[in-house]
């Protein structure tokens, strides 16, 4: 069992190493590797996340990282992997269409975060996306709560950066660029 352990985190290492320089296709079959033969394993909710991201961000492949996220909050809901997943579920139904249900989706995923997770870094990229997603809906003024609340409650994080720089292009589009 330690060996097992032992193999699927260098196999995830490798994984890792592979997609960081964006060889993907290798990348892919080491953490492909580790969900399918090592799926006990305390990285193999780590490797769903990684596949689910690369699906979401590099292949824009919808189904298959929700289906990737779908599996990770199915058979590890309680890992440190799954405010992450839930994130990218929110993320997913933004990028999926623009509609008030669309809009209710994304929202719900984000807000599972904080409530499920509470003190979780990744409770502030939860609130960035949440600013995203209202201000693709041309809902400013709650995009600019969220985005402060980011900057205010985690601001050493890259998501009060990120929230940042989207306030002062909401900012912007509201023609108040003074503020």
Known sequence: QQNNEEFARRQFDSGMSFLQNHRYTEALKDLQAVVD???TSS?????????????LEVAHDLDASQ???DKLLKEYPDTDSAPMAHVLAGRIAMTKGRTP????????????VPRLFPGNEAVAAAGFFAGEALRSFRRDADALERYRRVTMEYPRSTWAARASLSAGYCLVQQEKPAQ
Do not use: C, K, P, T
């Open 67 to 69: 289906g990737a996220v």
């Open 37 to 39: 033969s090592f799926a």
């Open 101 to 112: 249900a669309d809009l209710d989706a994304a929202l719900a995923s984000f807000e599972r």
């Open 43 to 55: 990285v193999s909710d780590n490797a769903l996340l990684q596949i689910a991201q690369y699906q």
